[in-house]
């Protein structure tokens, strides 16, 4: 009688989603709130009647939402579009996010709670909704304005912050603690893990999709999509990130293929019936007591949403050059926090590091947020206007030499532009395929480590095998180490030119730029493999053996040099075209 | 971590049936089999790794599939074409399932099983899978041929009788035996709850999707849609009928409303995603072993699928009066069992009144016959005519006896054509509105049922409640019985003008019809009245009272009557508009 309790449980869900979507609509309300109150209503914390009997697989299902909502939110996401925002949505928003977690760090300790609860609750006022946003613009028909785009942009690089949020609060949790190394170690691997899988992704599923759309058939898409993100979503639970993580991954990857729009045309009805479930089960799970109890810190943390939002974001945007009007407006935009804070509070509450308070007081914080966010976007701009006026005139003053000065930093004549292209394009591009070296390695050695404890029978000569897996992982490094080589030489012949002027090295000049060009690349190959080595220590064979691999690569290295090159730039084409290409059909 | 787990599980089902889809697809096989052999493949029962978790969560979830699926047909079935399909597909479908029945408690009789095996068994080989024989026919290119609209027609009707098995075995396995009796209380109940279902969901659903469509969001549409499917399957389950028949019976309510086109693309996803955990979810069940033991009653069983489906359908088509070449093509065209045997088989493992084996023999008979199928379909037309090539002369000359005398049944000219329509009008017109005023006295009888069980305060002087609700429910289906009466005294007068010839009654002739025309009527009001008091007899009120309720009636009725006639006319004219408006925008 199990399935049949539970399937009462979603069809009484899905009924109240029904009723209150419909009614809210009608009201002209925010949808969202009312998922959440209908869950109240229902929910076991409310008289007259416990209406729903399994809360477990109810909230089971719910985490069904998170995958669907940072799927969808991985597909609109766009590899492109984060490019384009440029520098200042990007300073802004990292400004501003750690603001607000500090803030939100303070304001806990402030009212005596737990280091933990005050870390937690530092994050989850910290990421704005998307989704909310970008509904409520579209709504009010501001979404083509200036701060508009300003908004998109900072969303972006919140998302971003928001996955590397996730990973180190999980971190954070299991070890207890916080320290800047394990921070730093925490967010290196999450970057190496989302630059291999964006690059080996965007390079294998598109083509994948592509074939699998040549079949015509809905179905067999919609299942085929559905199984790569849950499929990439288990992997990454192996890897001990969140399923949130690979959802939203695996949607950035599907974003770049040709069949973008008519993916998101099927997966948006499954968005929309597992987030309307988890919204509810948000509910579901609200004491209306606690509410009561904690209405002092709900209304301070609001408040300091409110507040910390729009001073961060414009503070942000104004450091990074944009006019006050538009850096307030964008501000104003931002003022709100969404359903990263439930995410993060849940994620607090799953693994038993914060105290009860802090989830009902994350929903009712985004809930008011969410009911003030359109009247604050749509008095921004008088706001703007008074707040203009009222400025002192030295703090304008401030503010103009601020601009001036930013002005003379950025390059002044278009060879500078260029230049500056250049060298950022050759550092992205070393740094990628350093990055993928470094992942072969340690895959390797997770391998390694995998065969040696399922298949201990496989293992007779250990330093032999070790020196084969080695060996194995430095070949099919190989490719990527001499594209990052090359890289860098041409890197280095660029600041020799630039670095080393006829008129301090005289006639040693060619000689000078020789030397360095040849220097670096080899230093940088050199940190590069004394890294590898580090990383794949539990891998590295006993010496003797070791230089037979190096000796026996060395060998190879220039039979296989230009068959190597020429698969790298097929490879490196085949990513550039898949990223160039529009989504959509 | 029980969601953890749960969340692994499912991105598993997930992984392998995007596998299957794409490897299926390519290799041009049906890919219901290909999710079968996917769950059997991760499943407990083969080695080496047991890959799911919690086999309870998955088969929860897989019950969603069955309710999509069934949501889903729902909407492809429509009462238009129902109508339109006339009385051959009727015939030869309720003619070719009772066979199926008999055929297969035959079979399980004679391999000795228990009576509720061979019961289920019947049952599971009556109905072909809908969803795969519309897709073949699509495929092959066939389905605009004569013969395809007759298995369309039969399908129809085979999915009403499903949905009617459903239920009579229901009730047979709680009550343990069948008898005549029971079934046919059963089949009356399903009877009255589908009309009164019908009636109403189309009057107020379609009217309620226009107004949720006019906000213009597939969020708010679709999640209105899945709120009315779980909600009504919420009141369903409470009136003990499976979630699958409300699921059903609300998509043939909302295959009514304008928006059906639009509706279909938002659940469309959710079908394909919840069918496809469905039946890699039948895989897991399935324990290869039981079909290495029962491998002959599989093949005895598949064998007898195809050969009685086939000569069940062809010989109800013959028989109502379609040529040789239709009837056998038709019938290649049903030789198969699809999801529905699962279903049933399922029914009987929750019910815990069938044993272990009968499951995995559903699925591997529906899996052989799912891949004969599209052969099968393609071979009928060599087949048939072979076939009629060797048909002795004598069966040919009965079959043309047949038919003539079959064409002398039929109304002669277009008089008799117009006024046998208009006899079947006014009887299905009376037998809906009585049906409703049963419905309203049950409902009335239930509701101070529950009201008595759990607001006991409320009830002081229970003659006195009583006659109220009684009056209540009567004063409620005045209308119906208003339009019912008037209805019945048109058919009576038709009846009357026909059957009294004034060569016969001579001078009496205007009297004699009077009296046929005037008593028709009441009689049937007599028995009917009695019908319902039987039908309330929980909540008849002592006589006093009773007669005080009908005498006040009495009095009302002509006061009434106008008004009860325009309302009731304005109801059935609404009904009318819905039915006959085309769906899709």
Redesign the interface.
Known sequence: M???L???D??????????V??LF?RLKLP?VPGYILAGLIIGPHTPPFALIHDL??I???A??GV?FLLFSLGLEFNLKKLGRVGAAALVAATLETSLMIWVGYQIGRYFGWQTMDAVFLGAMMAISSTTVIVKTLGELGLKNQKFAHYIFGMLIVEDILAIAILALLSGVASSGGISFGSVAQTLAELALFMIVTLVVGILAVPRLLA??AS?R????L??????????F??LV?KLHYS?ALGAFLMGAIIAESRQLRQIE??????R??FS?IFFVAVGLLLNPQVLIDYAVPVLVITLAVIAGKVAGASFGLLLAGQNGSTALRAGFGLAQIGEFSFIIASLGV?LKVTSDFLFPIAVAVSTLTAFFGPWLMKSADPLSRLLGQWMPRRVVGVWEAYDVWLQSLSPQNEDEVLLAKMIRRILVHAFVNLALVIAIFVSAAAFFDGVKVYLPQLIRHEGLEMAAVWAGALFLSLPFLIAAYRKLKALSMLLAEMGVKPEVAGQYTVQARKVVSELIPIVAMLVMVLLVAALSASILPPAPLLVGVLVGMGLLLPLLWKRFVRLHSRLQIALMETLEEEGGE
Do not use: K
């Open positions: 199990h399935a049949e539970f399937l009462q979603l069809a009484m869900i899905m009924m109240v989603a029904g009723l979507t419909v609509h949808v477990q697989t909230h089971t299902l985490e069904l995958v074939y699998v079949f058939s809905q179905e067999t919609l299942v085929a999509v559905l199984g790569l993100c849950f499929g979503c288990l639970t399923m045309r099927l997966v948006e009805p499954l929309d019936m309307a799953s």
